[in-house]
């Protein structure tokens, strides 16, 4: 008697550990590849491209977010001084304050029948910043010397 009470509840505990492995070995693979891509993403510069980034990164959306933050507001003074300003201080503020990336990764497994069966699709974000591009000396004097050119001419 003690057996037929008990054996269904051991079956049903026994399914249930395979469900609750898949789902979190889903879930971590997902969030695994979500890290993976925005950081292979950010280092790159998050590009417009992202078909730039390696197939590490096959299956997982990404959406580049390039006003997550409002850079800081310059001060209000003349406006050719303003403008001036803004042209030289706007595209490092932009590339150190405004630019981020977000990856949503999606992995997908089968439930057991007594679960509903079918596919369950699991989702993992990650958010990271972009990295500022790699500049020499020569880029840096060149873009503030056309900066101020075009602010003043």
Known sequence: ME?????????LLFISV???RDNALALQSAANQART??????AANCPEDPSAIPAACQGAAMSVDPD???PPELPVTVEPITTAIDKLLGAALE???GRATTVMAEKSFSPPKIYGGGTKVVHRNYHLA???QKKDLGDVVLEAWTSVYDAIF
Not at 3 to 11: E, G, R, S, T
Not at 37 to 42: E, I, K, T, V
């Open 130 to 132: 972009c990295n500022i």
């Open 18 to 20: 395979f469900y609750v």
């Open 3 to 11: 057996a037929v009470v008990a054996l269904p509840v051991l079956v």
């Open 37 to 42: 891509c925005a950081w292979l993403y950010s």
């Open 68 to 70: 997550l933050v409002d």
């Open 95 to 97: 590339a150190a304050f």
